[in-house]
T-cell receptor
């Protein structure tokens, strides 16, 4: 069965600093991988996704993630944090070829301080 | 605005009661998913419907049931409510049921069982 592990339930960075949110997955078949963001009192919004092809994926708001099969990882990065990036971030995995059954990680709450 | 509408936004009810949560998917989307978000369990996949038929089941309790109607809206019925059912319930929709498609989330229904 597939699963997702997000290392660090809370991450705090300074404005302008690099953001790195870690995600490792477990899947017996090639996965589809997603990062979603949740702002307070909001639903989840897709940041980016990996399905096939290029392993470095660019998303909205300057975020990107790299699929590394050998490390079973899909870490999310942003070169320079902005105050508006403060939110909760969820990594999710879905099985290729199957029906949609997104399995989410526990989430990482990102705090950005001046 | 994701285009997914959930009603009501908030619901407070007593233990033992039954409630119905409603979801209208984005225009044109055929598949609806229900998720439960709680502090201790995180985001849990409950159930998926595609064009009126159940397609995938997750950690949905027997006290919970769902359906998708011909107009594609969906309802999640929660009965014999317990304090532990207090959570944020999200609905998401996709055009197809395939795993590589982006899911659009509603803003959720916050259920409080007292």
């Amino acid at each position: 069965a597939q699963s997702v592990t997000q290392l660090g339930s809370h991450v705090s960075v300074s404005e302008g600093a690099l953001v790195l949110l870690r995600c490792n997955y477990s899947s017996s078949v090639p996965p589809y991988l997603f990062w979603y963001v949740q702002y307070p009192n909001q639903g989840l919004q897709l940041l980016l996704k990996y399905t096939t092809g290029a392993t470095l994926v660019k998303g909205i708001n300057g975020f990107e993630a790299e699929f590394k099969k050998s490390e079973t990882s899909f870490h999310l990065t942003k070169p320079s944090a902005h105050m508006s990036d403060a939110a909760e971030y969820f990594c999710a995995v879905n099985l290729s070829g199957g029906y949609n059954k997104l399995i989410f990680g526990a989430g990482t709450r990102l705090a950005v301080h001046p | 605005d994701s285009g997914v509408t959930q009603t009501p936004k908030h619901l407070i009810t007593a233990t033992g009661q039954r409630v119905t949560l409603r979801c209208s998917p984005r225009s044109g989307d055929l598949s609806v998913y229900w998720y439960q978000q709680s502090l201790d369990q995180g985001l849990q996949f409950l159930i998926q419907y595609y064009n009126g038929e159940e397609r995938a089941k997750g950690n949905i309790l027997e006290r919970f049931s769902a359906q998708q109607f011909p107009d594609l809206h969906s309802e999640l019925n929660l009965s014999s409510l317990e304090l532990g059912d207090s959570a944020l319930y999200f609905c998401a929709s996709t055009f197809s049921g395939q795993g590589n498609t982006e899911a659009f989330f509603g803003q959720g229904t916050r259920l409080t069982v007292v």
